[in-house]
């Protein structure tokens, strides 16, 4: 089977930064995810029994210090207000250990939010492979200010705050809940971020004056395409519903319910039955960087939940995407 999802301590990236137009190596360690706030209501009726629900014991083996050594070969998969997704080849003493890879890197201003989201998959872990992706790591390196990285010349045109192409995109997002004004913003992971895995640590900023940037990367399990169009969905649409009751098992809330967010599972090869229902999903979540973890019933949260997926269902049954904030 597969390597343990907490066998890599690093990760050294092919094809993703330049350095005077030249392709560089960028050797990455393991980081430190950002716990979320957690909602909490002493309404009994809204109120889950016994509080808020507790992590539960991680599965997983000590955790490794191998290295993972990955390329980026084609162009990125999908690009979200976080980061941009791109498929990448694994070194051939890895290709038989470990299922096809992504990874998801950070855009220059949103190191916090894949930290945020690399802490979700590591509250559910106990679901990845099932109902979720696996997760194989957040990893963070230090750049020079003068790397270049793809996308993020194309990111920071985004994130001006005077163009707003995307309600999703910028300050004024209506679905964050998290400060984030430009004082707030991320400014980059300093070196207190950083953790010490095994008998690595991630070198302390240079001492020579040159200004230096942070980068992020969370690896993930690729999985397939979203749902279709302009047919009927009510043979997947149960589903559905199910992998998102599993997140809810964790007091876990994805807010912002969305087509790309849905993605068709691997082969059943590769993919695990369900703690829960007792069965291999044939659909994943990802992107869990606006989710939220509260004492909320199971009850109120997949109705919460479920609401939002039959508006998003019917909206594909008939043509239409239609977004949260719509």
């Not at 009927?232 to 807010?255: A, C, R």
Request: aromatic share 8%; glycine share 6%; net charge negative.
């Amino acid at each position: 089977m597969f390597r343990p999802m907490n066998a890599f301590s690093s990760l050294v990236i092919d094809g993703l930064v330049k350095i005077d137009s030249v392709d560089v190596s960028l050797t990455c360690f393991k980081g430190i995810s950002k716990p979320t706030k957690p909602i909490t209501t002493s309404i009994e009726y809204f109120a889950r029994a016994g509080g808020l629900p507790a992590r539960l014991p991680s599965k997983l083996p000590t955790p490794g210090d191998l290295c993972l050594h990955v390329s980026v070969t084609q162009d990125r998969l999908g690009r979200g207000r976080v980061g941009s997704v791109y498929p990448v080849r694994l070194d051939e003493t890895e290709q038989n250990s470990l299922p096809p890879l992504v990874m998801k890197v950070a855009t220059r201003h949103r190191s916090d939010n894949l930290a945020r989201e690399a802490w979700f998959y590591e509250e559910m872990e106990n679901i990845q492979g099932s109902s979720i992706a696996r997760c194989y790591g957040f990893f963070t390196a230090e750049i020079d200010s003068n790397s270049e990285v793809l996308d993020w010349a194309e990111s920071d045109v985004k994130h001006n705050p005077d163009q707003k192409d995307d309600p999703l995109d910028e300050e004024d997002d209506p679905f964050d809940e998290d400060d984030d004004s430009p004082e707030s913003k991320d400014k980059g992971i300093t070196k207190e971020d950083f953790v010490i895995i095994s008998s690595h640590t991630v070198p302390p900023p240079a001492s020579d004056g040159n200004e230096r940037s942070f980068i992020s990367v969370l690896v993930l399990e690729r999985l397939g395409d979203m749902m279709p169009m302009l047919i009927s969905l009510k043979d997947i649409e149960p589903d559905i519903h199910e992998i998102y009751s599993d997140l809810g098992q964790f007091g876990v809330e994805q807010m912002d319910v969305r087509w790309r967010n849905i993605l068709a599972a691997p082969t059943p090869q590769y993919s695990l039955v369900c703690p829960y229902h007792g069965h291999k999903h044939h659909w994943r979540v990802v992107d869990f960087d606006r989710s939220r973890k509260s004492n909320f019933t199971l009850d109120q949260i997949e109705l919460a939940q479920g609401s939002r997926i039959e508006t998003l269902i019917s909206g594909l049954t008939n043509g239409h995407v239609v977004e949260p904030w719509d």
